[in-house]
C-alpha cells in the first residue's frame, strides 16, 4: 500500500537534547512538507521540499533543520534552540511541484519534552 | 497575509440533523482550497479540493462549495461516524509556480449524537 510513514509515533525527550522526526513516503510524490499542530492552533508550516536537495523555509522555521537528500525521505530535526519543542507533528507529501496539488497526511509524531 | 477563519468552533448536532461548516479565507490568487478531516490524535485525511468560485464536490453525505471570499462544508443526514475536526486550507498564487504550503483554520470540532 502507497503512503507516507512517520515514526516513531511517540517521542520522549529532555530538554536541551536535538530529536529527528522521520518522514518516508512511497508515493512518489515530488514535493514534503513538515507542519506542526498545537491545541487550538491550525496547522503550522515549518519547511518544505519540492525537490531532491532543495528546501525552503515556511512560517516557523527557527530551532528545525531539515535534509531531503532521496526523494523518499524528509527527515525534520528539532533543535535545542526551539523554545517550545512539544507538539504534534505532521509529515505530508504532494504528488507535483506544480501548486493547486492536494497534500497526503503521515500520522504524526507526538513530541514531548520536558 | 493569507487567513483562513472557520465557524463555528465546534458543533453538535443530533443524528440525522443536517447542518453546515464555514471557511472564509483571505488570499493573493487562490490556488485551492482544501477540506480535510482529522480525527483525534491522527493526520488529517484529504476530502476535496476546490479551485474557482461556483464549483461543488460530493462525497457520500459532504459537500463542498467555494465562492469568492468562502467555502461551505455541508453535511446532510450526518451519522456519528461523522464526528471529527474538520480542516479548512488555502493555497495561495506562487510566482514561481512551485507547490508553496497550505494556510490552515483552526478547524471546526463536530460531534454527532445517536
Known amino acids: 500500500d502507497g503512503g507516507i510513514t512517520q515514526s516513531p509515533k511517540y517521542l520522549f525527550r529532555k530538554e536541551g537534547q536535538n530529536v529527528t522526526l522521520s518522514c518516508e513516503q512511497n508515493?512518489?510524490?515530488?514535493?514534503m512538507y513538515w507542519y506542526r499542530q498545537d491545541p487550538g492552533q491550525g496547522l503550522r508550516l515549518i519547511y518544505y521540499?519540492?525537490?531532491?536537495?532543495?528546501?525552503q523555509k515556511g512560517d516557523i522555521a527557527e530551532g528545525y533543520s531539515v535534509s531531503r537528500e532521496k526523494k523518499e525521505s524528509f527527515p525534520l530535526t528539532v533543535t535545542s534552540a526551539q523554545k517550545n519543542p512539544t507538539a504534534f507533528y505532521l509529515c505530508?507529501?504532494?504528488?507535483?511541484?506544480?501548486?493547486?496539488?492536494?497534500?497526503?497526511f503521515g500520522p504524526g509524531t507526538r513530541l514531548t519534552v520536558t | 497575509e493569507d487567513q483562513v477563519t472557520q465557524s463555528p468552533e465546534a458543533l453538535r448536532l443530533q443524528e440525522g440533523e443536517s447542518s453546515s461548516l464555514n471557511c472564509s479565507y483571505t488570499?493573493?490568487?487562490?490556488?485551492?482550497l482544501f477540506w480535510y478531516r482529522q480525527d483525534p490524535g491522527k493526520g488529517p485525511e484529504f476530502l476535496f479540493t476546490?479551485?474557482?468560485a461556483g464549483e461543488e464536490k460530493e462525497k457520500e453525505r459532504l459537500k463542498a462549495t467555494l465562492t469568492k471570499k468562502e467555502s461551505f462544508l455541508h453535511i446532510t443526514a450526518p451519522k456519528p461516524e461523522d464526528s471529527a475536526t474538520y480542516l479548512c486550507?488555502?493555497?495561495?498564487?506562487?510566482?514561481?509556480?512551485?507547490?508553496?504550503?497550505?494556510?490552515f483554520g483552526k478547524g471546526t470540532h463536530l460531534i454527532i449524537q445517536p
Open positions: 505530508a507529501s504532494s504528488r507535483a511541484r506544480a501548486s493547486g496539488y492536494e497534500q497526503y
Open positions: 508515493l512518489n510524490h515530488d514535493a
Open positions: 521540499s519540492q525537490i531532491v536537495n532543495d528546501f
Open positions: 488570499v493573493s490568487g487562490l490556488r485551492g
Open positions: 476546490l479551485y474557482s
Open positions: 486550507a488555502v493555497q495561495a498564487g506562487y510566482s514561481g509556480g512551485g507547490a508553496d504550503g497550505l494556510t
